[in-house]
């Protein structure tokens, strides 16, 4: 239980729906989105461009990003009416499980400089929020076996890998809408990413093989049908045994963790956590 919280709070509390609804949060787009910084206004009012047309930004003080987490932690309690939360940030991707599948995996995003104070404020969600720092898996894969362990529980993300699942209820924080995807279009979106791979996260998929071939294949097929197709097209593109290495390796890497008992042994998360309660200014 969250016991200390920044003093924004007691000046939202009355506004606080007093409900029983359980969150479960994919906290990374809160650690990017408030280490962001601002955008430079000019004297006209207008964004400041730089030489290549791209907004100009300016740092933010730890103070702000601090400011602005309370912000959106309290907003998502007052908009989903939530009194209890489970969050997750992911820890030491290094030791995430799927680079033993695939040593590739997201090696797109290495190097990118993190924007300042990044560290020290994924150390203020979780020191100051009880936000849970997972490693060996991924934060998606912690939500996703959290929320199916609370069937009533709300998921708030913004990534499409977890929106594009079915079971409970999702809200995207990104655009503000709830999100209930059925099972057709859960097993449809995962295939075709298995077809199309992921270019974020450095997934090739079957090469030269797009969105319209993925469509046509899959579109409206059964779903149980569907791996038997994807695979059938890895096998011919990439002949018996390397279609089956492929097949493999993407597999593990797209498939979000269900079960407690899929965590890799080194993992940290060893079992579903207790709810925060959100404070209530006492």
Same mark, same amino acid.
């Given at each position: ?21 359980? $969150? ?170 298995? $077809? ?59 498939? $979000? ?26």
């Amino acid at each position: 239980m969250i016991t200390s919280y920044n003093s924004i709070f007691n000046k939202n509390e009355e506004d606080v729906t007093n409900s029983d609804n359980l $969150i479960i949060i994919d906290a990374s787009w809160i650690l990017f989105v408030a280490t962001h910084g601002n955008k430079v206004i000019g004297e006209d009012g207008q964004e400041v461009l730089n030489e290549k047309g791209n907004y100009t930004y300016e740092e933010k003080s730890f103070e702000d990003i601090k400011y602005h987490i309370d912000n959106i932690m309290i907003d998502l309690f007052n908009t989903l009416g939530a009194s209890k939360y489970i969050g997750y940030l992911d820890c030491n991707f290094d030791k995430n499980f799927r680079l033993k599948y695939y040593p590739e995996y997201k090696a797109n995003r290495k190097g990118k400089e993190k924007p300042k104070f990044f560290k020290e404020a994924k150390e203020y969600l979780v020191e100051q929020w009880g936000l849970i720092c997972v490693n060996g898996i991924e934060a998606d894969d912690a939500v996703n076996i959290t929320r199916l362990n609370y069937k009533d529980s709300i998921t708030v993300c913004v990534d499409k890998d977890l929106l594009n699942l079915t079971g409970t209820l999702m809200y995207n924080a990104k655009t503000n809408a709830f999100v209930n995807t059925d099972l057709n279009q859960a097993e449809y979106s995962f295939w075709f990413d298995m $077809i199309t791979g992921q270019s974020g996260d450095n997934i090739k998929g079957i090469p030269g093989k797009g969105k319209k071939f993925a469509e046509k294949l899959l579109t409206g097929k059964d779903i149980n049908l569907m791996p038997g197709l994807v695979l059938g097209e890895y096998v011919q593109n990439f002949g018996i045994k390397l279609g089956l290495d492929e097949f493999y390796k993407n597999y593990k890497c797209l498939k $979000i963790l269900e079960l407690l008992s899929e965590v890799p042994e080194e993992s940290n998360f060893k079992f579903i956590p207790e709810p925060n309660l959100v404070p209530n200014g006492q």
